[in-house]
């Protein structure tokens, strides 16, 4: 049997071949492979290879799919087009200028092919053709006609491409150029007329060629004038024939002839205009007049002509019938004839409604009366109707003839008001009207006849009252009758005059107003009282206590202290007999003194420490003592009194109580007055005590003048612009030189119970330097990196530092020295950064070599920080001593992570997060084989997940390393995991809720 070689073992062949092929050529040019032909275009949006001048760039193409050219050249025409390459690596070409250009792509050579080079790509550049431009002032004379005489009209085009300008010209038709673009219109250009055409040539320009267009015009014949035919009127069926003639001044314009058109109606008509009436209605007529060398033919608007009947003469009513009065209990008719008129056929008579204007045909009796039925009263109009127009004549209408009916007699009225003549007058008394009797649907009014002086509101005898009531106004007779209005079918009627009597009212009697209290020495008062309804004022009197009081009317002057009665009554008037008597009782009470004043001398200071003041008492009425005492609720240890002479002795505030005891005339008065106590001042200064030396490590106690205050603190502070602001430190007043500079400091003595804060006193005074041979030393630092519970990475650093030398002032108090800690970043000494700005301030003692400072530093950073080279290969510190800056480099070594340390942490925070997801799920909608299979996922992800292997276990990486491992291997494939089990839980999830 036949052996047969598979195509793998056939491209094996092949390969081992062209390598041995290959090794013993040796690797010269003349032994590698040739590249596959391909081919290069330009996309431009026709597909062609022509662009045009203005537009691109173009981008260049590769036909074969292949995008493996590295460059390309201009073979021809660079003067033509431009060529170059965009930052993405597109190659595009400009057009520059009109003509032919050649490009050539090629492919560059490698290890295996020799460079390849594509066909020549020409390109031809054009300059691009001019738009089409549009002629509007042509569009606008598109119903233009022509006028006799000729006229002009300007011609513009708009449009085109390029910036040349237009020029015109007429090439055919009644029509000439007159200056650059004005068309003198010579005739129309209908009726065998050539049309008029018009070209516009846009000049060329750098890019755009010349283009011409044309267009045409074509002129309307001229319209001829107002053509109508004269109206005519007054022609009947019995006129005769008439002409028509044209109206004056509308008689169409140019020379051609008249023609008479009949358009309907009971006519006939010749062309020349001549009628003949053949019966009545309506005509309606038209005239031509023909078309001629410059005028378009016209037909004038239609004209009607009524051809109306022969006017009869007016026929009359002929029966003069007398009023008739209505009786609803009785059918009553009227007969109504007419006569005259020209007609031979038969009268209509009709009922004529002068309210609507309608009028209703009579049923007639014979050919010329009609009988009338009377339904109520009014006039009746009625007119006859003599019919006409079948025997030649119009209808004739008589004038309107009118039958008077009269209203029928009302039965008696009879009107009352209530069921008695006399009332005992009370405000707002009203009586009600009634009246029985009349006869149909007439409205009732009453009417006063008599005595409308006693019935409220505006009315006078004879008037009509505006409802049913009388509202009684006051005592007295008053006389009214109803009236009941007529209607359509009855008279107005009147009841007999009925007489009412008002007897005057019972007054209530006045009340007193509030008197209040009244004492000796007022002023006199007024007595009022209120109630009572007539008109009458009210009079009062002293019933009793004629030696304390006198009334004058009703103004009352206080003559002595004591008890008094007072009575009033109202009198009667028109209307209401006198009131009863009324009585009130107060008492006259002693008077009260006029108004103390009080106050403070002018000249006195009320601050603690001013010694005291005077109070002055000014007013009051009488005899009595005034006297001084400090009110008993308020602090007795602010001020001490004697008489009107006080003594500060605190601070706060009292009341003084000033009293001017009564007399047999007057009440005792009294008066208070607030008095406050301030605070003490404090005016302090502050000042250096004379054997104060200003050198670092001396101190000295501040020497201030003026406080006062026993328990008020020292507040002593350094100003904005002391050098560092850390030069001196201060203690209650003592202080402590720390460093050389320019130190300002304010003072202030805190205040107590009797004593204000005193004012802010500052002093300035300048520290000498330090001397400087100091030195600054570090040791080297030691990193400890590990993972959190979060999977960020922490680091701990510590590192040593010390400060010595030089020579200090000899002083027992240590010197602070502010150490600032800095760091570079990725050890680039030109990128420091600071880590920790002034940790701490290092106290070291005069002999700075003694101490060394130990500071443990710790900050967290994330693995992505890490491996992206952002932690700190070396450490610097800075310390400022005696204004001098001293830097020192800390030497250490970057701490080592292996990959298994991110390995094993992003495994364990895929694992949890998996885990997290798991539990979140919303499994409401769920059968069993749903949770299985979530189950399954879970379980098979977590798997997969610990499978995940860690290749480089304990070789520390370089952070670039790291990064490279972590995005291209392991973490790529944790995090596809990742991604897959969230899509395949959301998947069966899905399905739950769509089943």
Not at 540 to 558: K, P, Q, R, W
Request: charged residues 20%; negative net charge.
């Amino acid at each position: 049997m036949k052996k047969r070689i598979s195509f793998i073992a056939l491209l094996a062949l092949v390969a081992a071949l062209a390598f041995a092929l290959a090794a013993c050529g040796g690797g010269d040019e003349t032994s590698k492979l040739e590249q596959s032909d391909f081919s290069i275009g330009i996309s431009t949006p026709t597909g062609g290879s022509v662009i045009y001048v203005g537009s691109g760039p173009y981008p260049l193409r590769v036909l074969d799919g292949k995008t493996d050219v590295t460059s390309f050249r201009i073979v021809s025409g660079s003067d033509i087009i431009s060529l170059g390459s965009t930052e993405t690596g597109i190659w595009q070409v400009t057009p520059k200028a009109v003509g032919t250009a050649v490009i050539r792509g090629t492919r560059a050579a490698d290890d295996k092919y020799n460079a390849k080079e594509s066909p020549d790509l020409t390109i031809e550049v054009r300059n691009p053709e001019q738009i089409d431009f549009t002629f509007p002032t042509v569009t606008e004379l598109s119903s233009q006609r022509w006028q006799p005489g000729g006229f002009l009209f300007d011609i513009e085009a708009v449009g085109g491409s390029g910036n040349g300008a237009f020029t015109y010209a007429v090439i055919m038709g009644p029509a000439e150029l007159v200056g650059t673009r004005t068309i003198k219109v010579l005739n129309h250009t209908q009726d065998g007329e050539s049309p008029i055409i018009v070209t516009a040539t846009k000049a060329a320009d750098g890019i755009y060629p010349e283009k011409t267009q044309t267009c045409t015009v074509n002129i309307l014949k001229a319209q001829q004038g107002a053509l109508s035919i004269a109206p005519r009127t007054n022609i009947t069926v019995h006129s005769g024939d008439f002409n028509l003639a044209l109206k004056d001044g509308e008689e169409g314009s140019g020379t051609g002839t008249y023609t008479y058109n009949y358009a309907g109606g009971p006519v006939s008509v010749t062309a020349g205009g001549l009628v003949h009436v053949t019966g009545y209605g309506r005509a309606q007529f038209t005239v031509t007049r023909a078309a001629d060398s410059d005028y378009e033919e016209k037909t004038s608007a239609q004209l009607e002509i009524n051809i109306g009947y022969t006017p009869q003469a007016t026929p009359v009513i002929i029966e003069d019938i007398a009023p008739i009065t209505f009786n609803p209990a009785v059918s009553q008719s009227v007969t109504v004839r007419a006569s005259g008129g020209d007609g031979s056929l038969a009268y209509e008579i009709y009922i004529l409604d002068e309210t609507t204007g309608i009028a209703t045909k009579a049923p007639m009796l014979d050919s010329s009366s009609a009988s009338i039925s009377i339904t109520g009263a009014g006039n009746i109009k009625v007119y006859a109707v003599r019919l006409g127009n079948d025997d030649g004549f119009e209808d004739a209408v008589s004038e309107v003839y009118t039958i008077i009916v009269n209203k029928a007699a009302q039965a008696s009225l009879t009107a009352s008001a209530g069921t008695l003549t006399t009332y005992q007058y009370t405000n707002g008394l009203v009586l009600d009207l009634t009246v029985t009797g009349g006869s149909g649907e007439g409205a009732i009014t009453y009417v006063i006849t008599e005595g409308a002086e006693f019935v409220t509101g505006d009315i006078a005898d004879g008037e009509a009252l505006a409802g049913t009531s009388i509202a009684v106004a006051g005592a007295g007779t008053i006389k009214f009758k109803a009236v009941k209005a007529g209607d359509n079918d009855y008279a107005a009627a009147e009841s007999a005059v009925v007489t009412i009597t008002i007897t005057k009212g019972t007054q209530q009697a006045p009340v007193f107003g509030s008197i209040g209290l009244k004492y000796y020495g007022d002023a006199p008062f007024n007595v009022t009282a209120t109630g009572g309804e007539s008109t009458a004022a009210i009079v009062y009197s002293v019933e009793s206590g004629d030696a304390f009081i006198v009334l004058s009317d009703n103004t009352a002057t206080i003559l002595g202290a004591g008890a008094v009665e007072l009575g009033a009554y109202k009198p009667g008037d028109a209307n209401w007999e006198d009131s009863n008597l009324v009585t009130v009782n107060f008492t006259i009470e002693k008077g009260s003194q006029a108004a103390l004043t009080v106050s403070i001398e002018e000249e006195a200071v009320l601050r603690y420490g001013e010694g005291g003041f005077t109070i002055i008492a000014e007013g009051g009425s009488g005899t009595g003592a005034v006297t001084f005492v400090v009110k008993a609720a308020y602090d007795q240890n602010i001020i001490t009194l004697s008489g009107s002479a006080a003594t500060i002795i605190g601070v706060g505030g009292t009341i003084v109580v000033v009293t001017k005891a009564g007399d047999s005339n007057y009440n005792e008065a009294t008066e208070e007055i607030n008095v406050t106590i301030g605070k003490g001042v404090q005016d302090i200064s502050v000042s250096l005590p004379d054997d104060a030396v200003l050198l670092p490590g001396n101190s000295f106690d501040l020497v201030v003048e003026g406080d006062r205050s026993l328990l008020g603190a020292w507040d002593i502070e350094l100003n904005e612009d002391s050098a560092g602001k850390d030069t001196i430190s201060i203690n209650g007043l003592t202080v402590t030189i720390l460093t050389s500079g320019l130190v300002g400091i304010t003072v202030q003595k805190a205040g107590d119970g009797l004593w204000e804060d005193s004012n802010i006193a500052e002093l300035e005074f300048r520290i000498k330097d330090l001397q400087e041979d100091l030195t600054v030393a570090g040791a080297g630092v030691e990193f400890t990196p590990a993972f959190n519970e979060n999977g960020d990475l922490e680091l701990t650093a510590v590192f040593t530092i010390a400060v010595g030398g030089g020579t200090l002032r000899p002083s027992e108090d240590a010197v602070i020295l502010p150490i600032g800690i800095f760091a570079y970043d990725d050890g680039d000494s030109d990128t420091a950064s600071v880590l920790v700005d002034l940790v701490d301030f290092i106290e070291f003692s005069n002999d700075l070599n003694k101490y060394i400072y130990e500071i443990t530093i710790n900050w967290s950073l994330t693995a992505s920080e890490v491996v992206s080279g952002d932690y700190f290969k070396s450490v610097f510190i800075i310390a400022t001593i005696g204004g001098n800056e001293y830097y020192v480099d800390v030497d250490s070594e970057p701490f080592e992570l292996s990959f298994n340390d991110f390995i094993v942490n992003a495994k364990q925070n895929a694992a949890k997060e998996i885990n997290a997801y798991y539990e979140g799920l919303d499994v409401s909608n769920c059968g069993s084989s749903e949770l299985n299979s979530l189950e399954t996922i879970k379980n098979t992800a977590l798997t997969d997940i610990e499978s995940v292997t860690e290749d480089g276990l304990g070789v520390a990486l370089t952070p670039a390393d790291v990064y490279d491992a972590l995005i291209t291997s392991q973490i790529t494939a944790i995090n596809n995991i990742l991604a897959t089990v969230k899509i395949n839980m959301d998947g069966i999830i899905s399905n739950a809720i769509g089943a």
